[in-house]
């Protein structure tokens, strides 16, 4: 009973039977999305947690309260509001800060680190269990969250238990459970006798959000006369609607209103509520379903906007869950429908927006198109205030695509524009959340520009004005370390791991700071965690296993480099440092058939070349050393610790004279190792003697 279970049946009574057979006093949460969306369940966990923790463990609860509040607002009354951003505080129509489902990713993390230190915490003399009913019902950003924890819990500690009917579930899902054991739900045969009526079953079903799995239940429900079930629709959200949270939004009260007496109505609004929300926080796969439920119910004709907002918000969406051939074509769709100015404006630089960052090859030419078409409209509208922010907008857009044509200077002139203009014609508080973005924009086209002192006063003043969003720490970090500040790099990534969800990115690039400043612990704990939360992060598993190979850890490096290669078949790096290995520990043979495999790949990598020199040199070919460190050379030009070795190789090989011309060079670069050079410049010169 130690390990992660998955239970499976038809019948969710089947399935809660078997579940009570196959655990102990486990919390049982129902996942199913038309209740409340996405991470249904993960709050009914959360809710039964949260006040022990908050009472117990007050730094648990804070060390994760972004995480613990993004897409569950309404547990703030329990442990009190999440700090606040310019994102959270800007007006809905001046949203330009949108996240996505990486976004979200990193927040279930956040809320599976909590799990998982809080079930330590608690130290139960038995795994503390928690059953997902309805995982195959349950809206993808919840399946997620259920694969990550999965995948990180010790069954020891907090043991999952995933029950679900035949639906298919997500492959990330499907893959976390590939070695977990399976229990089909026995049925019990015959269904219980049920005295209902279709007119009492078809209530019922209503009444609980249709989510009902028993055939009888749903025939009744689907052979009432539909004027009924709309009236029953109507009845159960006006039941939900004064103390709906926006979980019951997104799920259950836009589900009854879109099959309710007023869909084109009521529902269309409910369903557009809803996507907003869901757009805010970057639920990405329920703003494509809201959107393509919620262009189904309106009229293009009448309801030109919802419309609009519906397909544009559901094409935007799909990039971030990788169906950009759908994006594109409701894009496309917009422009065949529609005349509308703003919609071809607005549809131009979505369009533009695919082009630069993220089809595959990408087109700035074709993005500078489109881009331009967007600024030509925006400089013709005919209410000046939106000339101005529209104008602002896609001339920011229009920069960005100059910056990926590599025009840096028109780029930042496109920028410098938009700042100066906003300036002059709004107040201070108009606008704060696309004006810092325009800022953070000139920063990073600073930065490419090699201006990075103007750019660390860009991003101090970011951070002051947005203290809470904490890229700007992470990219005034860069900058600091750029110039070799580390001190003030670590300050940036401490406080920004502290105010934000766990971003693999951040503890990387933390990790790799560390380990600069000589912190191998430090290090090595943010690396683990990335891998524990990505075991794909190829950079993480590189740096881990580099570092674990100059602390001496030869066995721990092998097996992150096996690993590595086991995920990421024929991984140059991961080959590369696989022969590293081997060469340390003087397998020299087999070495060499991994240099020689990775050199086949890229003739010109230079760890490759470096290595494998060194087992020419072992083996006494000091001939074929010389060629792979002039190689290198070429690859990454003067570099006095090659030019020292190819100068050993040369003397091994008896040429004296070529050797001293590598140390001469050598001595004239940075960072050389003088006196080592000088001794061995003393060697050419006894060997000339000679």
Same mark, same amino acid.
């Given at each position: 009973?130690?390990?992660?279970?998955?239970?499976?049946?038809?019948?969710?009574?089947?399935?809660?039977?078997?579940?009570?057979?196959?655990?102990?006093?486990?919390?049982?949460?129902?996942?199913?999305?038309?209740?409340?969306?996405?991470?249904?369940?993960?709050?009914? !966990?959360?809710?039964? @947690?949260?006040?022990?923790?908050?009472?117990? &463990?007050?730094?648990?609860?804070?060390?994760?309260? !972004?995480?613990?509040?993004?897409?569950?607002?309404?547990?703030?009354?329990?442990?009190?509001?999440?700090?606040?951003? #310019?994102?959270?505080?800007?007006?809905?129509?001046?949203?330009?800060?949108?996240?996505?489902?990486?976004?979200?990713?990193?927040?279930?993390?956040?809320?599976?680190?909590?799990?998982?230190?809080?079930?330590?915490?608690?130290?139960?003399?038995?795994?503390?269990?928690?059953?997902?009913?309805?995982?195959?019902?349950?809206?993808?950003?919840?399946?997620? +969250?259920?694969?990550?924890?999965?995948?990180?819990?010790?069954?020891?500690?907090?043991?999952?238990?995933?029950?679900?009917?035949?639906?298919?579930?997500?492959?990330?899902?499907?893959?976390?459970?590939?070695?977990?054991?399976?229990?089909?739900?026995?049925?019990?045969?015959?269904?219980?006798?049920?005295?209902?009526?279709?007119?009492?079953?078809?209530?019922?079903?209503?009444?609980?959000?249709?989510?009902?799995?028993?055939?009888?239940?749903?025939?009744?429900?689907?052979?009432?006369?539909?004027?009924?079930?709309?009236?029953?629709?109507?009845? %159960?959200?006006?039941?939900?609607?004064?103390?709906?949270? &926006?979980?019951?939004?997104?799920?259950?009260?836009?589900?009854?209103?879109?099959?309710?007496?007023?869909?084109?109505?009521?529902?269309?609004?409910?369903?557009?509520?809803?996507?907003?929300?869901?757009?805010?926080?970057?639920?990405?796969?329920?703003?494509?379903?809201?959107? +393509?439920?919620?262009?189904?119910?309106?009229?293009?004709?009448?309801?030109?906007?919802?419309?609009?907002?519906?397909?544009?918000?559901?094409?935007?969406?799909?990039?971030?869950?990788?169906?950009?051939?759908?994006?594109?074509?409701?894009?496309?769709?917009?422009?065949?429908?529609?005349? $509308?100015?703003?919609?071809?404006?607005?549809?131009?630089?979505?369009?533009?927006?695919?082009?630069?960052?993220?089809?595959?090859?990408? $087109?700035?030419?074709?993005?500078?198109?489109?881009?331009?078409?967007?600024?030509?409209?925006?400089?013709?509208?005919? /209410?000046?205030?939106?000339?101005?922010?529209?104008?602002?907008?896609?001339?920011?857009?229009?920069? @960005?695509?100059?910056?990926?044509?590599?025009?840096?200077?028109?780029?930042?002139?496109?920028?410098?524009?938009?700042?100066?203009?906003? /300036?002059?014609?709004?107040?201070?508080?108009?606008?704060?959340?696309?004006? =810092?973005?325009?800022?953070?924009?000139?920063?990073?086209? +600073?930065?490419?520009?090699?201006?990075? $002192?103007?750019?660390?006063?860009?991003? =101090?003043?970011?951070?002051?004005?947005?203290?809470?969003?904490?890229?700007?720490?992470?990219?005034?970090?860069?900058?600091?370390?750029?110039?070799?500040?580390?001190?003030?790099?670590?300050?940036?990534?401490?406080?920004?791991?502290?105010?934000?969800?766990?971003?693999?990115?951040?503890?990387?690039?933390?990790?790799?700071?560390?380990?600069?400043?000589?912190?191998?612990?430090?290090?090595?704990?943010?690396?683990?965690?990335? #891998?524990?939360?990505?075991?794909?992060?190829?950079?993480?598993?590189?740096?881990?296993?580099?570092?674990? #190979?100059?602390?001496?850890?030869?066995?721990?490096?092998?097996?992150?480099?096996?690993?590595?290669?086991?995920?990421?078949?024929?991984?140059?790096?991961?080959?590369?440092?696989?022969?590293?290995?081997?060469?340390?520990?003087?397998?020299?043979?087999?070495?060499?058939?991994?240099?020689?495999?990775?050199?086949?790949?890229?003739?010109?990598?230079?760890?490759?070349?470096?290595?494998?020199?060194?087992?020419?040199?072992?083996?006494?070919?000091?001939?074929?050393?010389?060629?792979?460190?002039?190689?290198?050379?070429?690859?990454?030009?003067? /570099?006095?610790?090659?030019?020292?070795?190819?100068?050993?190789?040369?003397?091994?090989?008896?040429?004296?004279?070529?050797?001293?011309?590598?140390?001469?060079?050598?001595?004239? @670069?940075?960072?050389?190792?003088?006196?080592?050079?000088?001794?061995? %410049?003393?060697?050419?010169?006894?060997? /000339?003697?000679?």
């Amino acid at each position: 009973m130690t390990g992660h279970l998955l239970i499976t049946g038809a019948g969710r009574g089947d399935r809660l039977r078997a579940v009570a057979a196959h655990t102990g006093q486990a919390l049982v949460v129902r996942c199913h999305r038309r209740l409340r969306g996405p991470y249904t369940g993960v709050d009914t !966990v959360l809710r039964a @947690l949260l006040p022990e923790a908050h009472r117990r &463990w007050p730094d648990l609860v804070e060390e994760h309260r !972004v995480a613990l509040l993004y897409g569950m607002p309404e547990l703030a009354h329990i442990i009190g509001p999440p700090p606040r951003t #310019l994102a959270d505080d800007a007006p809905y129509e001046e949203r330009t800060r949108f996240f996505g489902a990486g976004w979200v990713r990193c927040m279930s993390q956040g809320i599976v680190g909590f799990l998982l230190e809080h079930t330590r915490r608690v130290r139960r003399s038995t795994p503390f269990e928690i059953v997902f009913e309805e995982a195959h019902a349950a809206e993808e950003t919840t399946q997620e +969250l259920i694969a990550l924890l999965l995948r990180r819990a010790d069954p020891r500690v907090l043991r999952v238990v995933v029950s679900a009917g035949a639906a298919p579930l997500s492959a990330e899902l499907r893959d976390a459970l590939a070695d977990v054991d399976v229990r089909p739900a026995p049925s019990d045969g015959e269904p219980p006798a049920d005295t209902r009526t279709d007119a009492e079953r078809a209530a019922q079903y209503v009444a609980g959000d249709c989510t009902d799995e028993d055939p009888r239940t749903v025939d009744a429900y689907t052979r009432t006369d539909p004027r009924t079930r709309a009236l029953l629709h109507d009845r %159960r959200a006006d039941s939900l609607e004064q103390t709906a949270t &926006w979980g019951i939004r997104m799920g259950a009260l836009a589900h009854h209103r879109e099959h309710g007496g007023d869909p084109a109505g009521a529902g269309r609004t409910a369903l557009l509520a809803a996507q907003r929300h869901a757009v805010a926080t970057g639920f990405s796969a329920a703003v494509v379903d809201l959107g +393509l439920r919620g262009r189904a119910l309106s009229d293009p004709a009448v309801h030109q906007h919802d419309y609009w907002e519906f397909t544009r918000e559901a094409a935007a969406a799909c990039i971030p869950v990788g169906r950009l051939e759908q994006s594109m074509e409701l894009y496309l769709g917009l422009l065949r429908r529609f005349t $509308d100015p703003k919609i071809h404006m607005m549809t131009s630089y979505a369009v533009a927006m695919l082009h630069t960052r993220f089809l595959n090859p990408r $087109d700035h030419e074709l993005a500078v198109q489109w881009q331009h078409n967007a600024v030509a409209i925006a400089g013709i509208l005919p /209410d000046p205030a939106e000339r101005l922010t529209y104008s602002v907008f896609h001339d920011n857009g229009l920069a @960005l695509v100059e910056m990926h044509r590599g025009n840096l200077h028109r780029a930042l002139d496109l920028v410098e524009s938009c700042i100066a203009r906003l /300036d002059e014609k709004l107040d201070d508080g108009q606008w704060a959340l696309h004006r =810092s973005q325009l800022l953070y924009n000139r920063a990073r086209l +600073l930065v490419a520009l090699g201006r990075p $002192d103007e750019a660390h006063a860009d991003y =101090s003043q970011l951070v002051d004005l947005d203290p809470y969003y904490t890229d700007y720490l992470s990219e005034r970090a860069r900058i600091s370390r750029d110039r070799g500040d580390y001190t003030e790099a670590l300050a940036d990534y401490d406080r920004a791991v502290r105010l934000a969800p766990p971003f693999p990115e951040l503890h990387y690039n933390r990790g790799t700071a560390r380990a600069q400043t000589g912190d191998h612990a430090g290090a090595l704990s943010d690396f683990s965690l990335v #891998l524990e939360m990505e075991p794909h992060d190829l950079a993480a598993r590189v740096a881990r296993a580099e570092l674990l #190979l100059e602390e001496g850890d030869a066995d721990a490096a092998e097996a992150d480099a096996d690993t590595g290669l086991r995920l990421h078949p024929g991984e140059l790096q991961l080959l590369c440092l696989k022969g590293t290995i081997l060469l340390q520990r003087g397998r020299l043979d087999a070495a060499l058939a991994v240099f020689d495999r990775v050199l086949g790949e890229d003739a010109r990598y230079p760890a490759a070349l470096v290595n494998r020199a060194v087992v020419h040199f072992e083996q006494a070919r000091p001939g074929r050393a010389v060629e792979d460190l002039t190689g290198a050379l070429e690859a990454v030009g003067d /570099d006095p610790d090659l030019l020292l070795n190819r100068g050993l190789a040369h003397l091994a090989a008896g040429r004296p004279d070529l050797a001293g011309e590598d140390f001469d060079r050598a001595l004239l @670069l940075p960072d050389a190792d003088t006196a080592e050079l000088l001794a061995q %410049r003393r060697r050419c010169g006894a060997a /000339d003697a000679r």
